[in-house]
């Protein structure tokens, strides 16, 4: 896992952490969740070798499963280390969160126990934070409740990046260890739960104690089981639900069965629902609670058969998720957005602009680019307060000739994100072509904007001033923009403003409003500062690629620079 650019985190790094979660579910077997949790470790979190080691009935620790390196795999899997010489290597062990961690200046005292372990010698760390060999990091396993009783214990070795892990690195490892205990308790749960379903299709007296079996495993699952009806008129009618369904709904049972999962799931996640209520099914989705909020749960659903001819039933088991999913949402919004302004960062302005491109040029022919003059209003400088055109609300929507703006989608924009091959579902986004004068074309303006003199206020008062410029110039750029619109800090003191649907006029004018939003003296520590704004437009064109379009109106913001004087530029 990369580290040196916390806080923020590559979203491809957290698609890797995503995915390998979510394969934690997948497993059929405890053998194989636990295999999986091992391989996860080394595929999403970039160690090298991962080890479990799982608690046994007599409680010692058993080596599980190990990934990484298949002549350590066969020399320690299945070997026992006891639990006192476990206690002691944690006891010992600096606290990292729930992580432990055992410096090689400090673990020569444990090369003698019984715990199973495979390292190579090495020299010493060159700096600080470099990985040594005899280095021992592990992540406890603990289940759900207050108990807090020991699972297991995940060991890893040898980070990719021959580091220690950061903050970044640890918090991952430390989610992810949490959610291999419950894939492991749920693997435990659902090994007892097929065990007693196949007693159930077994002769009556087997099916009685079976059925007792079940009865138990379904009433006090530590996580929400329910029974519905499979066909008929009542199709998906729920039947049973055990008390922690109940509870994490706010809904008694006799009340639960006046529903079905379809009554009580989000109306934005009913599709998906719809999509996994079979056997085998698995999804990630809201539930009403009583209270009129919603939950994030993880849905399995199984086929359950009362007797070898008779009805069948849905047995469903809902997982809480709430907190894994606000927390991925957490890391979602820290990879895409900007520490300080809270703005799209660089690297999701991108995103959201090349969802509006696609290879193939909007006109017929091949793309020649806006002229040099293209949609660029030169030296726009600030209107009189009251004028048809210095207005400063952002309703700027109200231009001559309008526009309808779309459904909102996501990224910002109201149209879905091309894709390959034939452009079926992508609407091509085209650019005015007339220059100054505005032809008509609505199409997605792209701002480029600078601020003048910011750096002298960085050199004279300090970057604390700096960064509270910059935090009050990037609300005023949201102010100055309508809800579907995309403001971004491109880095420093640039920003990028997106708006879809406007015309040459409506550029101009929308990079008036804001530069005119941007001069009025700034107060930070009882200190008034001013700042300018010099301001470029380009346009968005299919046939473009995203470093096109930025560079474009990265251009003309140097053209509008240098086309006033010094002293208009600077706000003072």
Known sequence: M???????????????????????????????????????????????????????PDGDLVVAAFAGDPAAEALITGRVGSRDAWERRLAMAAPWGDLR?????????????????????????????????????????????????????????????????????QEALQMYASQSAIAISNARLRSNMQRALVRLEREQQALRASEESFRQAFEYAPSGMAIAELGGDQHGRLLRTNDALCRLLGRPASVMRRYSFADLVHPEDIGTLLRTSAEGGRAELRLGRRDGTYVWVSLRNSVVADTADGPRFLLTHVEDIEERKRHELQLAHRASHDALTGLPNSAELRSRLSARLCERPAHTGAYQGPGPDAGFAHGPEPLPAGSASGRTEPGYGEYEGGYEYGHEHEHGFGFEPAGGGAYDHHVHTVAPTGGDTDDGTKGLAVLFCDLDGFKSINDRFGHHTGDAVLIEVARRLTTGVRDGDTVARLGGDEFVVLADGLGAADAADLAVRLRNAIIPPIRVDGRAVRVGASFGIGWAECGMSVEEVLNSADQRMYVEKRSRAKVHRRAG
């Open 2 to 56: 990369e580290t040196e650019s916390e806080p923020y985190v590559r979203l491809s790094t957290l698609r890797q952490l995503h995915q390998v979660v979510a394969d934690l579910n997948t497993a059929r077997s405890l053998a194989d969740t636990l295999q999986t949790v091992a391989d996860g470790v080394v595929a999403g979190l970039n160690y090298q070798l991962a080890c479990v080691n799982l608690v046994r």
């Open 101 to 169: 961690f055992i410096p090689h200046t400090e673990g020569w005292v444990l090369m003698d126990d019984d715990v199973p372990q495979w390292h190579t010698d090495g020299p010493a760390p060159r700096f600080e934070d470099e990985w040594h060999p005899h280095d021992r990091l592990y992540a406890p396993m603990y289940a759900s409740g207050t108990g807090r009783e020991l699972l297991g214990v995940i060991s890893v070795d040898r980070p990719r990046n021959g580091r220690h892990p950061g903050p970044w690195g």
